[in-house]
């Protein structure tokens, strides 16, 4: 879709796949995952890994707040925002938890700064002073020169979206959004003000 464009797909994949960077595309967008276990708001950035007919993939470690919250209630919302685009995509869904396989693949897709990250973001790092953070950091490279395998705390989700909004901003008129809900019968489409 383009900011002169009017007309809009039954499909809201086809969007996605002109919006998103494919998923062999290391510079993966940032994405805002908000969560509201026991009725209490809470958001934070991270990366989304990958996306496919079924949905969002993100991944984390298994001790975080996130999958505490996600195991009270799987109800997420997602915020990708484009600036340079003047575009930004929100989903509404429900988080669950990814396949073993998928698993596998984007741990091996992440750079290797990610893959060690997974290994070493844990409170007991985070309380290190800084100079004992980085000879850590530098150590635990060295003694993996050969790759890292998938940490045991590796886990992930994939949103399987109910609703899809895709806003677009113009700087000669008024934004709009487009707005994909699902239903038994696929998507309904429909246009509202920005």
């Given at each position: 879709m383009?900011?002169?464009?009017d007309?809009?797909?039954?499909d809201?994949?086809q969007l996605?796949?002109?919006?998103?960077p494919?998923?062999?595309?290391?510079?993966?967008?940032l994405?805002?995952?908000a969560?509201?276990?026991d009725g209490?708001p809470?958001?934070?950035?991270?990366?989304?890994s990958?996306?496919?007919?079924?949905g969002f993939?993100?991944?984390?470690?298994?001790?975080s707040?996130?999958?505490?919250?996600?195991a009270?209630?799987?109800r997420?919302?997602l915020?990708?925002?484009?600036?340079d685009?003047?575009?930004?995509?929100?989903?509404?869904?429900?988080?669950?938890p990814?396949?073993?396989?998928e698993l596998r693949?984007?741990f091996r897709?992440?750079?290797?700064?990610l893959?060690?990250?997974?290994?070493q973001?844990?409170i007991?790092?985070?309380?290190?002073?800084?100079?004992?953070?980085?000879?850590?950091?530098?150590?635990?490279?060295?003694d993996?020169?050969?790759?890292?395998?998938?940490?045991?705390?590796?886990?992930?989700y994939l949103v399987r979206?109910?609703?899809l909004t895709?806003?677009?901003?113009n700087?000669?008129?008024a934004?709009?959004r487009?707005?994909?809900t699902r239903?038994p019968e696929?998507w309904?489409?429909?246009l509202?003000?920005g």
């Amino acid at each position: 879709m383009t900011r002169s464009d009017d007309t809009f797909p039954a499909d809201p994949w086809q969007l996605l796949g002109a919006w998103l960077p494919s998923n062999d595309d290391p510079a993966r967008p940032l994405m805002t995952l908000a969560t509201a276990a026991d009725g209490v708001p809470d958001a934070r950035t991270l990366l989304l890994s990958e996306f496919d007919e079924h949905g969002f993939y993100f991944h984390t470690d298994t001790r975080s707040r996130k999958v505490r919250q996600l195991a009270a209630d799987g109800r997420v919302a997602l915020m990708l925002h484009f600036p340079d685009k003047a575009r930004q995509l929100t989903v509404q869904g429900v988080a669950e938890p990814a396949p073993a396989d998928e698993l596998r693949r984007a741990f091996r897709a992440r750079s290797p700064y990610l893959q060690q990250l997974a290994w070493q973001n844990t409170i007991e790092f985070a309380g290190l002073p800084l100079a004992d953070r980085l000879a850590a950091w530098s150590a635990f490279k060295d003694d993996h020169a050969d790759g890292f395998g998938q940490p045991l705390t590796w886990t992930g989700y994939l949103v399987r979206p109910s609703r899809l909004t895709f806003w677009v901003g113009n700087p000669d008129t008024a934004s709009r959004r487009t707005e994909y809900t699902r239903t038994p019968e696929g998507w309904a489409v429909n246009l509202l003000a920005g």
